[in-house]
């Protein structure tokens, strides 16, 4: 029987290999976050340091070409397991758990955490982190550090430069971070200044396991260029250039790539059995969302507290919006048909110019580092932020209803005595809201899903919960798309409120027979 | 004499560069039923829709109870129009809302009436135009004859003092005219001070205290309508007159001509060189 068989499985096992071959075999991949100088960073477009020099000269070794693929750092150990990459080189830390996901090479620097503190308030003992609000790169051991030893929530931020800014504009007390990039956020910058090691730690090579192979050239490599002062050459030499660029390197930071492991792990997941796929998919969702971790609460919170925070400034934004809208959308209709208001009305088409003209996570950095610079709620932020923007939108859908409406009807209005702004509030509004229903709806769904990007004012919403159980958890597809079907109920529930609202709407004054005799 | 409720003194309106009204003066008193007639771009309907000051005059003045209303302040412009119905060609009910809601929306927010109170009051009103059975109904459901019925009675529940109409009949299918006219014949009978712009010449003949002809934004002539459509006029008036029919108007005088054919059953040349002469003269 099994020869039946035979020839069909032989062509699968050939063509396997060959797509092995073809697809990874002669590419050493190197997943990076290039914002790590000496280790990584980017000169120009291309991403150099001393990780890529060690890299390259594995890949060398093996005869292979190499390739570096720059990604945000907590994508990069996710990288390695869905097998994007060959390795992750990002000067990253051997701890327990990133071990329990893959296999480390020889460390090859020694490093540590150290604590960054605005000179006007020293820092001395680690007694003083307790409590305060402490900014860190997302994904880093500074943030482990923070929630294992010091049990508490820290400010996530994409990159430590960032963590930096925002300590000094007074938003966290302290910032904890590896030593390099801490000593990079410190030079030119008067103000700050950095601790001793709070802990130190050792930067290895991070290979999917298994791959032993590999793992031995890395080791060999690691070995040799210790031992002939390689390493510690391409260290100086890296520290002079990155030194030299960090005046004009900032910008560059924004062309990080984002990872997207979810597929490539999809697909690994579909490939085994259906009952491993399930068992997987199982032990995926009580690892991301059920675990207890040691204060006894589970990763399922970040989605269940972010949920709650997307609702809410979804909602009171939509509210400000509205508010805003008609406001704005009652000056410029009114100044276009009778010529009132022509202050106002230019002052509400410079703010359309403005909010319309410029991108929303612009305006939110700008709401959030230099307009409520004082202001501590990042969540009242967020939301004056998307109300005063969706306000814009609605402003300009709610003037078409507005302007739709038969002239007539103010005169009937007015006619019988009522004010403008009575006649407009009761008579016109109504109707202009009726006329325009479907395109503010859309403007609401457009504005709940927009609100995913509060993240970047370290805001845990909805969507930066999954961010966050991604990294911890190196579990790609399980978080997003649980946080996709979150967001998807949440607009199919909303779109189906709106429709009823519609329904009801168009019923009155329509279709319906009032039984009255 | 009765009380003058309007005085309008030398009321000038223009729209850019165009002049539409070039100075009108006239007095509407208490219980009159003034009717203007004319042809179109006349002037008729701006020169009512100046009276709630819908539009604002350019020169001129408007004393409605004491006061001169074109310079006076937004409140008491609200105040003076809460006092003048104003009945439009098309009706602008308002869609959302029910006839009852559109009737007692104005008592109740401009005269701070209670709900009851202004509900019991827009149902008596919709009695008396037959239409109490549609007070739960939506504008959209009932005919053109009854939505003017209703903004009749939207506009007699402020109770107001005189009643502006602006071709009320205009928009209406010809069959649903009647029911409408009968309304304001009704009202005009119960002494309410009503202006009217219409093309309805035998309501203004049947109804008007006095009728004014505006033609190029002047009033070019006035009179009981006795004066107006019973007698032979020269120049504009005749000829408008002529052209929309009734009284001393053209189709007035050939509709004499055929009762009298009609009375003796016969037609005599005299009476055909008569009818003759009429349509030459009109054709001139």
């Known amino acids: ?517 | 004499m009765a009380e003058t409720l309007l005085k309008i003194t030398d009321l000038k309106k223009s729209f850019g560069q165009l002049e539409v009204l070039k100075g009108l003066s006239t007095e509407i008193r208490k219980g009159e039923v003034v009717v203007m007639i004319g042809p179109s771009g006349g002037g008729k309907s701006t020169f009512l829709r100046c009276m709630n000051l819908l539009e604002t005059p350019t020169e001129g003045s408007i004393v409605f109870d004491g006061i001169d209303i074109v310079t006076a302040d937004e409140k008491t412009k609200n105040r003076v129009r809460s006092e003048m119905g104003m009945v439009f060609q098309h009706f602008n009910l308002f869609p959302h809302l029910t006839i009852l809601d559109n009737i007692t929306l104005a008592p109740r927010l401009v005269r701070g009436k209670s709900a009851a109170e202004a509900e019991a009051k827009a149902m008596e009103l919709l009695k008396l135009v037959g239409l109490e059975q549609k007070a739960k109904a939506y504008p959209q459901q009932l005919s053109g004859g009854q939505k003017q019925r209703v903004a009749i009675v939207r506009s007699l529940a402020m109770e107001p003092k005189v009643m502006l109409f602006d071709e009320p009949t205009s928009a209406l299918d010809p069959e649903m005219v009647g029911e409408v006219l009968d309304v304001m014949k009704k009202l005009a009978k119960d002494g309410m001070t009503m202006v009217v712009v219409t093309h309805e010449m035998r309501f203004a003949r049947d109804v008007a205290t006095r009728v004014l002809f505006l033609e190029g934004g002047r009033i070019a002539n006035e009179g009981t309508p006795a004066e107006i459509f019973d007698r032979k006029h020269d120049g504009r008036l005749g000829e408008f007159l002529s052209n929309v029919g009734g009284g001393g108007g053209f189709l007035g005088r050939v509709g004499d001509e055929l009762r009298e054919i009609l009375a003796d059953n016969e037609v005599t040349d005299e009476e055909i060189a008569r009818i003759r002469e009429m349509l030459k003269e009109r054709n001139k």
């Open chain 1, 1 to 517: 029987m099994a020869g039946r068989f035979s020839p069909m499985s032989r062509f699968v096992a050939l063509l396997a290999t060959v797509l092995a071959l073809g697809v990874r075999g002669e590419t050493l991949t190197m997943a990076t976050e290039a914002t790590f100088p000496p280790y990584e960073f980017l000169r120009g477009q291309e991403v150099v340091g001393l990780d890529v020099e060690i890299a390259r000269t594995v890949a060398a070794k093996l005869g292979w070409s190499f390739r570096v693929e720059n990604m945000d750092f907590d994508a990069v150990i996710p990288a390695v397991i869905s097998g994007k990459a060959s390795l992750a080189a990002s000067g990253i830390t051997i701890t327990e758990d990133r071990k329990k996901n893959v296999d480390f090479s020889e460390p090859y620097v020694k490093t540590g955490i150290v604590v960054i503190f605005p000179k006007a308030t020293p820092f001395e003992t680690a007694d003083q982190l307790k409590g305060k609000k402490i900014g860190v790169q997302s994904g880093t051991t500074s943030e482990t550090y923070v929630l294992e030893q010091l049990h508490q929530e820290p400010e996530r931020f994409k990159s430590t430069p960032e963590a930096c800014a925002a300590m000094l504009a007074g938003r966290c007390a302290f910032v904890i971070a590896d030593i390099d990039p801490a000593k990079n956020c410190v030079k030119g910058e008067p103000a700050l200044a950095i601790s001793d090691f709070l802990s130190s730690e050792e930067y290895a090579i991070a290979v999917p396991k298994g791959k032993s192979d590999l793992l031995a050239a890395i080791n060999a490599t690691i070995r040799e260029a210790k031992a002939d002062g390689r390493i510690a050459a391409w260290l100086a030499a890296y520290t002079a250039e990155s030194d030299a660029l960090k005046d004009s390197e900032s910008a560059d930071r924004a062309a990080v790539a984002e990872g997207s492991a979810a597929f490539v792990g999809a697909i690994a997941g579909l490939r085994a059995s259906v009952r491993a796929f399930w068992t997987a998919l199982c032990d995926d969702f009580y690892l991301c969302f059920f675990k207890k971790a040691a204060d006894g609460s589970s990763r399922g919170l970040y989605l269940v507290k972010g949920l709650g925070v997307t609702i809410e400034v979804a909602f009171a934004a939509i509210v400000l919006g509205l508010f805003i809208g008609f406001l704005v959308a009652v000056i410029r209709s009114s100044h276009d048909k009778y010529g009132y208001f022509s202050f106002l009305n230019a002052l509400a088409k410079v703010y359309l110019t403005i909010i319309r003209g410029t991108p929303m996570v612009v305006q939110l950095l700008i709401t959030y580092y230099i307009i409520l610079r004082s202001v501590d709620s990042k969540i009242l932020i967020a939301i004056l932020a998307f109300g005063i923007n969706s306000g814009a939108y609605q402003a300009e859908i709610l003037r078409a209803g507005i302007v739709s409406i038969d002239p007539g009807q103010m005169e009937a209005g007015r006619a019988l005595g009522l004010s403008y702004w009575r006649t407009m509030l009761r008579i016109i509004l109504p109707q202009a809201v009726r006329n325009v229903l479907p395109a503010l709806g859309n403007e609401f769904i457009v504005l709940m899903k927009d609100t995913s990007i509060v993240g970047y004012i370290a805001l845990i919403d909805l969507a930066k919960g999954g961010d966050i159980i991604r990294s911890q958890t190196y579990s790609v597809y399980t978080p997003y798309l649980t946080v996709a079907a979150i967001y998807l109920v949440l607009v199919m529930t909303f779109t189906w409120l709106l429709g009823k609202l519609e329904r009801y709407l168009r019923n009155t004054g329509a279709d319906v027979v009032h039984n009255n005799s």
